[in-house]
């Protein structure tokens, strides 16, 4: 078994840069929207919005994506013009449809309101939704549409085909001391399509959900792109302690998340400011236990 190694946690500014990279790598997930979406509900934009009908489409940067998460297949949006994050355009004489073949759907707000940018996926903020149903059983082609008082501008993208974890099963327990826990995927992806969420506690009581960068916790089994390990020993060794009020003691257990993203990038129509991003992601996890 190894000791888990201590270290200071960073500075607060390098975790919110840590945690807009994690965001962007792993495609973030689908907004809970309960009460349905509505035309009808007012953007939260934090400020004064700015109505899309008074910006050139050039002025306007838009952040457009479809996820799916095995569950619910669903595509978001936001706009801003001000050059941050957080889009502050509200539609206003303009509307976003999204096209899946001969169905189009118009993207409007959740009439819960509330925004967290913590969950909302890239668009950092309450986004326009359309969930996607049937959900997709194979790579499917999209459009994003915005259409004006000028002509629609639109983007498109295309879904990767859907996968699924057949190994581990869910909530499946291994040895804290394994070598590894190996893992099969139903189609392939790359070796850097894998990351963990995770809590882990030593012996003492310390826990931690921190790790310093390591490339090496995941690696390909054979060459068929859908045999994979999860190197126990190389995360253990990774770990970043942040409530470390106790001794430091060897890891006794870890809640572990194994997440699988496959991210492809889309085509953003060229009249949108050219930092518009346009991504679709398949994303799946499953929860195993390390006792």
């Keep these: 078994m190894i000791p888990a190694r201590h270290a200071r946690r960073p500075a607060a500014g390098l975790a919110a840069l840590g945690l807009l990279a994690t965001l962007a790598s792993c495609g973030g997930g689908v907004v809970p929207d309960p009460g349905g979406t509505s035309p009808d509900v007012r953007l939260n934009c934090g400020g004064a919005c700015v109505p899309s009908d008074t910006l050139s489409t050039s002025a306007i940067t838009a952040f457009m994506y479809v996820v799916d998460d095995g ?14 994050i957080f889009h502050n355009v509200e539609l206003e004489g303009d509307t976003l449809w999204f096209v899946d073949g001969g169905r189009q759907t118009r993207m409007a707000l959740s009439r819960e309101g509330a925004w967290d940018f913590l969950l909302d996926l890239l ?53 804290i001391g394994a070598a590894a826990v190996p893992i099969l995927v139903t189609r392939p992806l790359d070796v850097g399509a894998f990351s963990t969420t995770f809590l882990c506690t030593d012996a003492n009581g310390n826990q931690t959900s921190n790790r310093v960068p390591d490339g090496r916790s995941f690696s390909q089994a054979d060459a068929s792109g ?19 009020a106790f001794p430091a003691a060897p890891v006794t257990r870890c809640d572990v998340t194994l997440r699988a993203v496959d991210s492809v990038p889309g085509t953003p129509a060229p009249d949108f400011h050219a930092f518009s991003i346009l991504q679709a992601t398949q994303t799946r996890s499953v929860r195993i236990l390390l006792r």
């Design 226 to 244: 859908a045999a994979f390990q999860f190197n126990v020993p190389a995360f253990l060794a990774s770990l970043e302690w942040d409530q470390d």
């Design 123 to 175: 668009t950092l903020g309450q986004p326009y939704l359309a969930d996607i149903a049937p959900q997709p059983t194979t790579a499917r082609d999209y459009q994003f549409q915005l259409r004006r008082a000028g002509g629609s501008v639109t983007s498109a993208v295309t879904l990767p085909a859907p996968f699924s974890f057949a190994t581990p099963g869910a909530s499946q327990v291994f040895p």
């Design 71 to 84: 569950v619910r297949t669903q595509a978001q949006a936001g706009f801003n013009t001000d050059g941050s």
